[in-house]
T-cell receptor
Framework: GIQVEQSPPDLILQEGANSTLRCNFSDSVNNLQWFHQNPWGQLINLFYIPSGTKQNGRLSATTVATERYSLLYISSSQTTDSGVYFC????????????FGQGTTLQVKP | NAGVTQTPKFRVLKTGQSMTLLCAQDMNHEYMYWYRQDPGMGLRLIHYSVGEGTTAKGEVPDGYNVSRLKKQNFLLGLESAAPSQTSVYFC????????????FGDGTRLSIL
């Protein structure tokens, strides 16, 4: 099956710093989503981005489908950005089945 | 707008007991999914449904059953709970599964003793 690898596995930042999280996938996809799991365990949908670039406030994401990777940028990080960031992809199956990466655990220190 | 609602939020079971987790969505989504999340891991798909009355197996279906009798509800059942099923369970839903993102509930934390 399709493999999804996220890097780095762990990241510690000082408040105000910028960061880039990476998601590599091993096959063509027709869906890619980035999620933030907050310290309370809730999954927050950040981006639906099978290709191209999107921005939402301090966050932006770029997916280069032909090269099978996606990047999540966090600028001017805040302590509330702490948590686990997941990338999830769907192969061209038309059933919406998502395959999740292992996640990047981000800790932003004040 | 409730979105995806999961009940219960927490539950402790003894080995061998049975229970049903309920997922309800009010967005008229065709597709619904059950995932489990184990410590330090991403989510893995248990079962999914592409419409009322239909269900299919995901990555880790063993030990679970599901039913989708109504479009808005997706039930996950554990007939004989085992400690290996201790996990956090997430339900999600989406339109047709292709052109729309999946929306997730807040999760059910289940412990099997």
């Amino acid at each position: 099956g399709i493999q999804v690898e996220q890097s780095p596995p762990d990241l510690i930042l000082q408040e105000g710093a910028n960061s880039t999280l990476r998601c590599n996938f091993s096959d063509s996809v027709n869906n890619l989503q980035w999620f933030h799991q907050n310290p309370w365990g809730q999954l927050i949908n950040l981006f639906y981005i099978p290709s191209g670039t999107k921005q939402n406030g301090r966050l932006s994401a770029t997916t280069v489908a032909t090269e099978r990777y996606s990047l999540l940028y966090i600028s001017s990080s805040q302590t509330t950005d702490s948590g686990v960031y997941f990338c999830a992809v769907e192969r061209a199956s038309n059933t919406g089945k998502l395959i999740f990466g292992q996640g990047t655990t981000l800790q932003v220190k004040p | 707008n409730a979105g995806v609602t999961q009940t219960p939020k927490f539950r402790v079971l003894k080995t061998g007991q049975s229970m049903t987790l309920l997922c309800a969505q009010d967005m008229n989504h065709e597709y619904m999914y059950w995932y489990r999340q184990d410590p330090g891991m991403g989510l893995r798909l248990i079962h999914y449904s592409v419409g009322e009355g239909t269900t299919a197996k995901g990555e880790v279906p063993d030990g679970y059953n599901v039913s989708r009798l109504k479009k808005q509800n997706f039930l996950l059942g554990l007939e004989s709970a085992a400690p290996s099923q201790t996990s956090v369970y997430f339900c999600a839903s989406s339109y047709r599964g292709k052109v729309e993102p999946q929306h997730f509930g807040d999760g059910t934390r289940l412990s099997i003793l």
